[in-house]
């Protein structure tokens, strides 16, 4: 399959002022050469061509690049021709290159070949897909020394240090006629530990900034009326939602997505939680119990210009259910009309007070400061389910080999350290791969 000679349009589709059309394996050159009607190109230079389709008709005039392998992405011969844009061009160009060839690409095939072929580790492939995703600065900043090979790296000490301990103490258990010596169980045991701690922290850290990787999710809550479309509204810069002064005018959950400083993240506005008599309204309770769960960050809204009631009540227990492990912030809106509201019983939240028809200048201060402290600190940290789960399979895996390991059942704890060491292995680069590795690389955009 890697004698293929792939192909596939590398630009978004639709209208720009250029479309990447790319090659890669043995036939580049030669498909090209057909297409140009030229005898050759120089290595990594732009050469301005005319294309032809099979039939000799001119369908453009193009930059073609040719980079010869291994010195290219999937150290395979790669030819990219950089067309004028237009969908019309670019799939005239990749017809052609399929007529004399090649065959279209899968999405991610690229990277895959780039992987197979050892330019890249499946670090720096997830990085660079999720780069192009990217939610914001941070993320993308994050995201480039991944693809850069930072984490590739931090992974490669642990496994290093892992085979140190395992090789140690089977030289060491080769050697001994008797048991271990406690001494040397008790270096081994805190060595495990040192690692155990490393990883830990590494997957919390993770955990903790998801939000970061995937785009914050930020829910607004609060009983009917006290203005949770009206700020969805604000923030977006437009109606979006409809606002009105009947309570209950929300009834269905309504996702938007906004760029709040660096971040683009999703908004969520819910119906108003109240105590259901009829059926639609208790769906859109659950469906804001639902938001709060999905999401990282909720902004509960209060109403300065009505009394402190059993619906409010309701709001602050769910506040109290979730603050461990959800970013709250507290608003009182309708600050501009006149006062009802006993604030002495939100106070623990440091509530923010503003009128959100006018601006929201304060929350969005908020919001920002709360996705920014995400990111603070330098940790290194895991950007897939898959890395995550392979962390956790490995620590899983030490934590066993320990109680073997103290009971001198020497076998069993080496079975579990070379099980810890696949694990971590399988985050740059698995044993076993091909059915991962489709999985993976499909999720790919098409061309990269
Ligand atoms: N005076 C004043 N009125 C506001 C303010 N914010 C919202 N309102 C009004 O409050 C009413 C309710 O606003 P909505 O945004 O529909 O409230 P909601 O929380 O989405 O209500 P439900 O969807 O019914 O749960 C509307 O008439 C708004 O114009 C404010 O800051 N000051
Ligand atoms: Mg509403």
């Known amino acids: 399959m890697m004698d293929d000679t792939i192909a596939a349009v590398a630009t978004a589709h639709g209208i720009g002022s250029i479309s990447i059309i790319r090659l890669s394996g043995e036939k580049s050159l030669d498909i090209a050469l057909q297409l140009s009607h030229k005898t050759n190109f120089s290595v990594r230079y732009a050469s301005l061509s005319p294309l032809y389709n099979q039939d000799n008709e001119l369908?453009?005039?193009?930059?073609?690049?040719?980079?010869k392998g291994p010195n290219s992405f999937t150290a395979e011969d790669i030819v990219e021709f950089q067309?004028?844009?237009?969908?019309?061009?670019?799939?005239?160009?990749?017809?052609?290159?399929?007529?004399?060839?090649a065959r279209l690409a899968e999405p991610g095939e690229f990277s895959k070949r780039a992987f197979?072929?050892?330019?890249?580790?499946?670090?720096?492939?997830?990085?660079?897909?999720?780069?192009?995703?990217?939610?914001?600065?941070?993320a993308a900043k994050i995201l480039?020394?991944?693809?850069?090979?930072?984490?590739?790296?931090?992974?490669?000490?642990?496994?290093?240090?892992?085979?140190?301990?395992?090789?140690y103490s089977e030289v060491t258990i080769d050697?001994?006629?008797?048991?271990?010596?406690?001494?040397?169980?008790?270096?081994?045991?805190?060595?495990?530990?040192?690692?155990?701690?490393?990883?830990?922290?590494?997957?919390?850290?993770?955990?903790?900034?998801?939000g970061l990787m995937q785009g914050f999710k930020v829910a607004i809550i609060g009983k009917p009326n006290v203005g949770k479309s009206s700020l969805l509204n604000v923030l977006l810069h437009y109606k979006?939602?409809?606002?009105?002064?009947?309570?209950?005018?929300?009834?269905?959950?309504?996702?938007?997505?906004?760029?709040?400083?660096?971040?683009?993240?999703?908004?969520?506005?819910?119906?108003?939680?109240?105590?259901a008599n009829d059926e639609i309204e208790r769906i859109g309770i659950q469906r804001s119990i639902e938001a709060i769960q999905a999401s990282d960050i909720v902004i509960a809204l209060f109403d300065n210009s009505r009394e402190y009631d059993e619906e409010d009540e309701k709001i602050l227990s769910l506040i109290k259910e979730h603050k461990v492990e959800k970013s709250f912030i507290i608003l009182v809106n309708k600050m501009d009309l006149e006062s009802k509201f006993d604030n002495s019983k939100i106070m623990d939240y440091s509530p923010i007070e503003l009128s959100c028809k006018d601006n929201a200048r304060e929350l969005i201060q908020a919001l920002s400061s709360i996705m920014d402290t995400k990111n603070v600190s330098d940790e290194m940290m895991l950007i897939s389910v898959r890395q995550v789960n392979a962390v956790k399979q490995a620590l899983q895996e030490i934590h066993e080999a320990k109680i073997p390991l103290e009971e001198q059942e020497l076998e069993?704890?080496?079975?579990?350290?070379?099980?810890?060491?696949?694990?971590?292995s399988s985050?740059?680069?698995?044993?076993?791969?091909?059915?991962?590795?489709?999985?993976?690389?499909?999720?790919?955009?098409?061309?990269?």
């Open 59 to 67: 369908i453009d005039e193009a930059i073609v690049i040719y980079f």
């Open 83 to 101: 067309c004028h844009g237009g969908k019309i061009v670019a799939e005239q160009v990749l017809n052609t290159v399929l007529a004399f060839g």
């Open 116 to 138: 197979l072929n050892g330019r890249i580790d499946l670090t720096e492939a997830e990085a660079i897909a999720a780069l192009i995703e990217a939610k914001s600065e941070d």
């Open 144 to 167: 480039a020394k991944q693809m850069k090979g930072e984490l590739k790296g931090y992974i490669e000490t642990i496994r290093d240090d892992l085979l140190n301990i395992l090789a």
């Open 175 to 210: 050697y001994a006629e008797e048991d271990l010596p406690q001494d040397l169980i008790d270096q081994i045991l805190q060595r495990l530990n040192t690692l155990s701690l490393q990883l830990s922290d590494t997957l919390q850290a993770s955990q903790s900034r998801a």
């Open 240 to 275: 979006r939602a409809i606002v009105s002064d009947i309570a209950g005018t929300t009834r269905d959950t309504i996702e938007e997505e906004v760029k709040i400083g660096t971040h683009l993240i999703r908004m969520v506005d819910t119906a108003g939680i109240r105590e």
């Open 412 to 424: 069993i704890f080496s079975f579990h350290m070379n099980m810890a060491i696949k694990d971590i």
């Open 427 to 448: 985050i740059t680069r698995p044993f076993e791969h091909s059915e991962m590795l489709d999985k993976m690389f499909g999720n790919f955009c098409l061309g990269k």
